[in-house]
């Protein structure tokens, strides 16, 4: 099974500043990756897809980057309503896996 | 807009089995493939089941569903199941059924709201 680490676990960063998530997978996934933001109490949301594509209605202030086994998530200004956890997934071959989750605060 | 609305949760006894439903609105789930994804309280996404969609309705499974788990859609009701059998205290968790954008292996673009499943005697 592929296994999805990511880094940090958790991270503080001031509103208007820039958040970098990473993802890594223990053996490569190609493109085949996505991120996405689960809110308390809700199901996740789509952000990025094919490592680096923003999926509609998604702020431009997401972006993401990587192919392999390296990938990044990054909101270049947080906002307060980015206070979320943040998962990366790979659909490259079954089993699916998912990350542990980046839980990003406001400092 | 696409809804997926889960049902079929509830509290359950150790071994016993549960049948969680998934019903799409707003879109057909033909030419989708259909996700079960599992979240215990406080803790991570676990993926559990995928049906595709592309004429073979293949089925894979996450090792701990292989065997007890069933996965299966009627796309003329757009609605897809899970058949969980031989439950266990370990499987207790919020499972969300998910829309795949493809057919099969591709990112997961619908989410339902989710149904809690509680394994205990």
């Known amino acids: 099974d592929i296994v999805m680490t990511q880094s940090p676990d958790s991270l503080a960063v001031s509103l208007g500043e820039r958040a970098t998530i990473n993802c890594k997978s223990s053996q490569s996934v190609l493109n085949y990756l996505a991120w996405y933001q689960q809110k308390p109490g809700q199901p996740p949301k789509l952000l990025i897809y094919w490592a680096s594509f923003r999926e509609s209605g998604v702020p431009a202030r997401f972006s993401g980057s990587g192919s392999g086994t390296d990938f990044t998530l990054t909101i270049s200004s947080l906002q307060a309503e980015d206070v979320a956890v943040y998962y990366c997934?790979?659909?490259?071959?079954?089993?699916?896996?998912f990350g542990p989750g980046t839980k990003l605060h406001i400092k | 807009q696409v809804q997926l609305v889960e049902s079929g949760g509830g509290v359950v006894q150790p071994g016993r089995s549960l049948r969680l439903s998934c019903a799409a609105s707003?879109?057909?789930?033909?030419?989708?493939?259909m996700h079960w994804v599992r979240q215990a309280a406080g803790k991570g996404l676990e993926w559990v089941a995928l049906m595709s969609d592309d004429g073979a309705n293949n089925e894979f499974y996450a090792d701990f569903a292989k065997g007890r788990f069933t996965i299966s859609r009627d796309n003329s009701m757009d609605t897809v199941y899970l058949q969980m059998n031989s439950l266990r205290a370990e499987d207790t968790a919020v499972y969300y059924c998910?829309?795949?954008?493809?057919?099969?292996?591709?990112?997961?673009?619908?989410w339902g709201q989710g149904t809690l499943v509680t394994v205990s005697s």
């Open positions: 997934q790979q659909y490259y071959i079954t089993p699916i896996t």
């Open positions: 707003g879109s057909t789930l033909s030419n989708h493939a």
């Open positions: 998910a829309r795949d954008r493809g057919r099969g292996y591709s990112e997961i673009d619908y």
